[in-house]
């Protein structure tokens, strides 16, 4: 990008961060704004929101060439109402500069000649005043509102100030949507002492990411090289599980299993070993409600407070920082995790009492279990009857079913590239979870069991450890 040349004026699509490229506009910055040593960047105001930031030239590309590729890999509501401010902005650029143009016309053919010679005064600097509170509103989003519950309001309150938005109007009211980190990247990380077990697939790119965003982190790994890495980036060591409690105000932990987290906190020097009155603890691995029930029992017993907050993503969405979290326990503690779960995170919902993170999370894994092997199975049967694999997937980008993950899914099956973004064998540990919790309320799975028993038969295959995508090679063996 250091090619590209850019002034004032410009409509870019700017990147923060661990932040999708959004729209917006190079502008003059504040005059008791300086601009930042090193690399050169531009100051850019973003359409949609209030936000404005210095982004580095590298992180910037010109808007119209690159309009349809970040159309197509963004979604969202309001990523969409950023595009339609822009290009309601270019509808009303383009307007008032051919009434500018006309008037000017115009006006050259009645020019005064009155003797004391002086000039009418142009309009130009009138339109051009109109079109720039035209476009500070549409940067803003004033002229966009929402209906909700009969009233109007913005659509968009600045991201930088909204630390929590109701997603969706419930029966509970315990259920919250909190949004995510602004859009500058604006984070206050909490001034408690945060621990941190488990640094595999997940729990690596969470810690990465709440270390950059400032936060004190103690790390706890059952193979202890793998936090090296995090020591270099400024992380403190706990020898044990108990020590990492004892030494942290809140310790998150992510692990494979059910089985991994009871004797994370029940074992030998485990978490309970640690637990003091005042001390958190945070279940972040997808479980069975029924060791979310028992974990959310025996820490309180020790005086300490409990929360479970499952994720829901990848690999790469942790290493983004872009994960859903979902929430469920003690309500203070969901709270103080506030600017934790911004760093690792785009969305948290609260979703009440301990073990409905847990059903919620099983039920997700559930759906994209059923819906991979699904997939998997219809590129196979195009195959077999003669029809293009890579056609099957461009029909189905573009209808209903498009999005990321069908597309990435997709491409790694037919590029024979299984390297884990989520392992084969935790999808179908979910899947298995998910049935069981089926059972136990005596409701039907027989979308999941079926998929399961693909799941199984890759498994065999030995196709545990890569990415859930290759239970295609279930149906090709």
């Given at each position: 990008?250091?090619?590209?040349?850019?002034?004032?004026?410009?409509?870019v699509?700017?990147?923060?961060?661990r932040y999708?490229?959004?729209?917006?506009?190079?502008?003059?910055?504040?005059?008791?704004?300086?601009?930042?040593?090193?690399?050169?960047?531009?100051f850019?105001?973003?359409f949609?929101?209030?936000?404005?930031?210095?982004?580095?030239?590298?992180?910037?590309k010109?808007y119209?060439?690159?309009?349809?590729?970040?159309?197509?890999?963004?979604?969202?509501?309001r990523?969409?109402?950023?595009?339609?401010?822009v290009?309601?902005?270019?509808?009303?650029s383009?307007?008032?500069?051919?009434?500018?143009?006309n008037?000017s016309?115009?006006?050259?053919?009645?020019?005064?000649?009155?003797?004391?010679?002086?000039?009418?005064?142009?309009p130009?600097?009138?339109?051009?005043?109109?079109?720039e509170?035209?476009?500070?509103?549409?940067?803003?989003?004033?002229?966009?509102?929402?209906?909700?519950?009969?009233?109007?309001?913005?659509?968009?309150?600045?991201?930088?100030?909204?630390?929590?938005?109701?997603?969706e109007?419930?029966a509970?009211?315990?259920?919250?949507?909190?949004d995510s980190?602004?859009?500058?990247?604006?984070?206050?990380?909490?001034?408690?002492?945060?621990?941190?077990l488990?640094?595999g697939?997940?729990?690596?790119?969470?810690?990465?990411?709440?270390?950059?965003?400032?936060?004190?982190?103690t790390?706890?790994?059952?193979?202890a090289?793998k936090?090296?890495?995090?020591?270099?980036?400024?992380?403190?060591?706990?020898?044990?599980?108990?020590?990492?409690v004892?030494?942290?105000?809140i310790?998150?932990?992510?692990?494979?299993?059910?089985?991994?987290?009871?004797?994370?906190?029940?074992?030998?020097?485990?978490?309970?070993?640690?637990?003091?009155?005042?001390?958190?603890?945070?279940?972040?691995?997808?479980?069975?409600?029924?060791?979310?029930n028992?974990?959310?029992?025996?820490?309180p017993?020790?005086?300490?407070?409990?929360?479970?907050?499952?994720?829901s993503?990848?690999?790469?969405?942790?290493?983004?920082?872009?994960?859903?979290?979902l929430?469920?326990?003690?309500?203070?503690?969901?709270?103080?995790?506030?600017?934790?779960?911004?760093?690792?995170?785009?969305?948290s919902f609260?979703?009440?009492?301990?073990?409905?993170?847990?059903?919620?999370?099983?039920?997700?894994?559930?759906?994209?279990?059923?819906?991979?092997?699904?997939?998997?199975?219809?590129?196979?049967?195009?195959?077999?009857?003669?029809?293009?694999?890579?056609t099957f997937?461009?029909?189905?980008?573009?209808?209903?079913?498009?999005?990321?993950?069908?597309?990435?899914?997709?491409q790694?099956?037919?590029?024979?590239?299984?390297r884990?973004?989520y392992?084969?064998?935790?999808?179908?540990?979910d899947?298995?979870?998910?049935?069981?919790?089926?059972?136990?309320?005596n409701h039907?799975?027989?979308?999941?069991?079926a998929?399961?028993?693909?799941?199984?038969?890759a498994?065999?295959?030995?196709?545990?450890?890569?990415d859930?995508?290759?239970?295609?090679r279930a149906?090709?063996?």
């Amino acid at each position: 990008m250091a090619s590209v040349h850019l002034r004032i004026g410009d409509l870019v699509w700017g990147k923060l961060g661990r932040y999708p490229p959004w729209p917006g506009k190079v502008v003059s910055p504040p005059k008791d704004l300086k601009k930042p040593r090193g690399k050169k960047c531009f100051f850019v105001k973003f359409f949609g929101t209030e936000d404005h930031a210095w982004i580095k030239v590298e992180q910037l590309k010109p808007y119209h060439p690159h309009k349809e590729e970040m159309i197509k890999i963004n979604k969202g509501k309001r990523f969409q109402q950023a595009v339609d401010a822009v290009e309601e902005f270019l509808r009303k650029s383009k307007g008032k500069e051919q009434a500018s143009h006309n008037y000017s016309n115009s006006e050259d053919k009645n020019k005064s000649t009155a003797a004391d010679g002086r000039k009418r005064r142009s309009p130009t600097k009138s339109v051009q005043s109109m079109l720039e509170e035209d476009e500070e509103d549409l940067l803003s989003h004033k002229h966009i509102s929402l209906q909700k519950d009969g009233k109007s309001g913005s659509s968009m309150e600045p991201i930088s100030k909204r630390l929590k938005i109701i997603e969706e109007e419930m029966a509970s009211t315990s259920i919250q949507a909190a949004d995510s980190t602004a859009l500058n990247g604006s984070i206050t990380p909490t001034d408690k002492r945060i621990g941190f077990l488990g640094l595999g697939h997940m729990g690596s790119g969470i810690v990465s990411n709440l270390l950059k965003m400032g936060h004190v982190v103690t790390v706890w790994n059952r193979t202890a090289e793998k936090c090296d890495l995090f020591i270099q980036e400024g992380a403190r060591l706990g020898r044990t599980p108990a020590e990492v409690v004892s030494m942290c105000d809140i310790t998150f932990s992510c692990v494979s299993d059910p089985k991994a987290a009871k004797d994370l906190v029940l074992g030998p020097s485990g978490v309970l070993q640690g637990i003091q009155p005042g001390k958190c603890y945070v279940e972040m691995s997808t479980v069975d409600p029924e060791t979310i029930n028992e974990l959310s029992q025996v820490i309180p017993s020790r005086g300490g407070r409990f929360l479970e907050a499952p994720v829901s993503g990848s690999q790469q969405l942790s290493n983004d920082g872009m994960l859903v979290i979902l929430a469920a326990g003690d309500r203070t503690l969901y709270e103080d995790c506030s600017s934790c779960f911004q760093a690792m995170g785009k969305t948290s919902f609260f979703l009440g009492e301990a073990g409905n993170a847990a059903k919620m999370m099983l039920i997700l894994s559930m759906v994209q279990g059923s819906f991979m092997a699904t997939i998997a199975e219809g590129l196979t049967l195009a195959q077999v009857t003669g029809q293009s694999q890579q056609t099957f997937l461009d029909i189905l980008c573009q209808g209903q079913m498009a999005s990321t993950f069908l597309d990435q899914k997709c491409q790694n099956i037919l590029q024979g590239n299984f390297r884990p973004d989520y392992y084969l064998k935790h999808i179908q540990k979910d899947l298995r979870l998910a049935i069981s919790m089926g059972d136990s309320v005596n409701h039907p799975t027989p979308m999941a069991a079926a998929a399961n028993e693909v799941y199984k038969r890759a498994k065999a295959l030995d196709q545990s450890d890569n990415d859930m995508s290759a239970v295609y090679r279930a149906y090709i063996h």
